[in-house]
């Protein structure tokens, strides 16, 4: 008896299935593109409407981070520095700058153009609205601006340089020791781990990596990794 389908009709189900799986691969690809925010995606760099540059206030003039970032230590996000803080500054430092108009703009009520309007800075990192994440819990127990942010202070522009995604997080709730440093030393920008212990000896500490572990020990860190951590 003569074969009702043409032989090549025997591979058609691995074709549909091969055609399948590259579908759903280019639509799960598609979402996760265009669907992630790109607050969210690593080297994110958006235009600000004044051109700070955190290089020259931090790494030249030596602008503590919580000068601007004020609620650091004491809130669960980092704030934004005001309008009246800039002009602390700039009340006498590059008035007329062409830069800072946005500045005057807002704060200098002897300005033509003064409208009282608040500089509208453009948000660099930002987690989905169904994490929980708490700056001060972090800062307060040896955790640098550095460790999520990277080198900020060499930053003309900023942008997001870690990924801040759950696996990045976990990595280090299960090994913590790898960026804690000493109290003192979560807002300073240049810190070096060996120079630090060469001028700051402690007992049964020899190397960077024991000296982690002694403070994890020290400031009682022991973080969570249950998905209600940040899932709240």
Known sequence: MANIFPRWTNLLPFQVVICLGALATGVVAAFWYYATPKAQRVGYQPNQPIPYDHQLHVEQLGLDCRYCHSFVEHSGHANVPTANTCWNCHKAVKTDSPKLEPLRRAVDTNYENYDGQPIKWVRVHKSPDYVYFNHSAHVNRGISCQSCHGDVNKMEVVYQAESHSMGWCLDC???????????????????????????????????????????????????????????R
């Open 173 to 231: 709730h299960r090994n913590p020791e790898e960026n804690l440093r000493p109290l003192e030393e979560v807002f300073n920008m240049n810190y070096d781990a060996e120079k630090y212990l060469a001028e700051n000896p402690i007992e049964g500490v020899e190397s960077v990596k024991d000296l982690g572990k002694h403070l994890k020990e020290v400031y009682g860190v022991k973080p969570k990794e249950s998905c209600s951590t940040c899932h």
